[in-house]
DNA sequence: TTGACGCATTCCGATATAGGCATATGATGG
DNA sequence: CCATCATATGCCTATATCGGAATGCGTCAA
């Protein structure tokens, strides 16, 4: 029906460009939305639309302070995307193995010898 | 304007589930299209239109055996991923430490209302 | 060639995104 | 209470998604 909201998943959530370089400002420590934005070249609205949707996923946590309102990294839920990422690293780097075969394959392929003929 | 195409980088394109369950299927080796649709419960067209997305981004590669076109898993896109998640891992364990502050105002807070009955 | 199979690609509709802009809400200080 | 700063939210448009159904290829077997 339509793309998965960015809020039902961390997945989702960090496939936005300008959401991943927030969390990785927010590393540096908690920041008000109005930081971010002017060091995001962003505006406060989006900032603080990005803001609510990381919120939303959890990956971010807010406190306020005052005025302002500080918001801060909670990676946690970062983890399960690094865990399933991480069961494919036997794969890139079986890949080149793997890719050794493969290319092989296409030289021969490329020759369009029907059945034999080959060398190299 | 939008929400960036699935299709722009590998962010996008595993942000959708069943994208995922493909590249998870194809950890097994090279499968065809129907075999894939059939396995994960959708419809060929179904298939062959995420696989497009997987195949454009360069996390599947196909390879024509007659008939049939055996997709197999192509991985390396996905280390850029994994290391940029890896970037936050330092702070999803910190977090339990800044959490520890954290837990502690729940648990005071929590004194007065009711309790939780332990779990494991 | 015709037919059957495997797969890709249309067309359709519904949805919700990101961006820009205006404005509402909230808290602080006089 | 009022003005001000900090942030959130509402409205709007353009766009691209995912899903479904139908159909268009390309390949193989008689």
């Known amino acids: 029906?339509?793309?998965?909201a960015t809020t039902s998943d961390a997945f989702?959530?960090?496939?936005?460009?300008?959401?991943?370089?927030i969390l990785v400002l927010l590393r540096g420590g908690?920041?008000?939305v109005t930081d971010l934005a002017r060091d995001l070249g962003m505006t406060?609205?989006?900032?603080?639309?990005?803001l609510r949707v990381l919120r939303e996923v959890g990956l971010v946590?807010?406190?306020?302070?005052?005025?302002?309102?500080?918001?801060?990294?909670?990676?946690?839920?970062?983890?399960?995307?690094?865990?399933?990422?991480?069961?494919?690293?036997r794969f890139w780097n079986e890949s080149f193995d793997r890719l050794d075969e493969y290319v092989q394959e296409l030289?021969?392929?490329?020759?369009?010898g029907p059945q034999d003929g080959d060398d190299q």
């Open 1 to 4: 029906m339509a793309r998965a």
């Open 12 to 21: 989702n959530a960090i496939a936005e460009p300008q959401r991943r370089e």
């Open 30 to 32: 908690e920041r008000p």
């Open 44 to 50: 406060q609205p989006q900032a603080s639309k990005h």
């Open 61 to 89: 946590q807010v406190r306020g302070a005052g005025k302002q309102r500080l918001y801060g990294l909670d990676a946690r839920g970062l983890r399960p995307i690094h865990e399933w990422v991480g069961g494919f690293e």
């Open 107 to 112: 030289k021969q392929a490329r020759q369009e």
